[in-house]
T-cell receptor, first 116, second 114 residues
Framework: NAGVTQTPKFRVLKTGQSMTLLCAQDMNHEYMYWYRQDPGMGLRLIHY???????AKGEVPDGYNVSRLKKQNFLLGLESAAPSQTSVYFC???????????????FGPGTRLTVL | QQPVQSPQAVILREGEDAVINCSSS?????VHWYRQKHGEAPVFLMILLKGGEQKGHDKISASFNEKKQQSSLYLTASQLSYSGTYFC???????????????FGKGTKLSVKP
């Protein structure tokens, strides 16, 4: 099992460019999440999905869009990148929601994005 | 809504003990602890549920005081491998159903020296 994989690992964009980050999991998890991690800020939830075809906003959704067309994939899009979106992006997946005893989030290796 | 972790950083010698605290201003249903080593992804350590018992992980254990909305992570006889940043994630009581997400704290950086 590959677990959670993210593509690409690194990316440099110019202000105004767009891009899509791909997250894939092979654990048949229902829940998937996109976080951003900035120095001293911890992990902040951007968007999440509780199943195929569903998405919802997290704490910091502005400037991002997501899609979950297939259960195993969760895409994060930046339509017009800004320097404030320079960050490390982590995708995670879980079998259940946070209220369940079985809740454990499995994280991908991260994508380091720089917007110039 | 972000939980507050303390201390922000701690330096230990091998074999020493440490306590990391996590405090929320919101009523909690669950507290989750993760560890992240430098340049790597966070890794799950344990979960504590409202009304549940204290959970352990080798020499790492945790407690959850539901009334105070606080959790503490106890690292006993620390090892070099314990170095990293520890995050607590809180599941809010009023989130509803099984769709609760986690709100993570800013982290506590733990450095264990030989």
């Amino acid at each position: 099992n590959a677990g959670v994989t993210q593509t690409p690992k690194f990316r440099v964009l110019k202000t105004g460019q767009s891009m899509t980050l791909l997250c894939a999991q092979d654990m048949n998890h229902e829940y998937m999440y996109w976080y951003r991690q900035d120095p001293g800020m911890g992990l902040r939830l951007i968007h999440y999905s509780v199943g195929e075809g569903t998405t919802a906003k997290g704490e910091v959704p502005d400037g991002y869009n997501v899609s979950r067309l297939k259960k195993q994939n969760f895409l994060l899009g930046l339509e017009s990148a800004a320097p404030s979106q320079t960050s490390v992006y982590f995708c995670a997946s879980s079998y259940s929601g946070a209220h369940k005893k079985s809740h454990e989030q499995f994280f991908g290796p991260g994508t380091r994005l720089t917007v110039l | 809504q972000q939980p507050v972790q303390s201390p922000q950083a701690v330096i230990l010698r091998e074999g020493e003990d440490a306590v990391i605290n996590c405090s929320s201003s919101k009523a909690l249903y669950s507290v989750h602890w993760y560890r992240q080593k430098h340049g790597e992804a966070p890794v799950f350590l344990m979960i504590l549920l409202k009304g549940g018992e204290q959970k352990g992980h080798d020499k790492i254990s945790a407690s959850f005081n539901e009334k105070k909305q606080q959790s503490s992570l106890y690292l006993t006889a620390s090892q070099l491998s314990y170095s990293g940043t520890y995050f607590c994630g809180t599941g809010l009581l009023n989130y509803g159903g099984s769709q609760g997400n986690l709100i993570f704290g800013k982290g506590t950086k733990l450095s264990v020296k030989p």
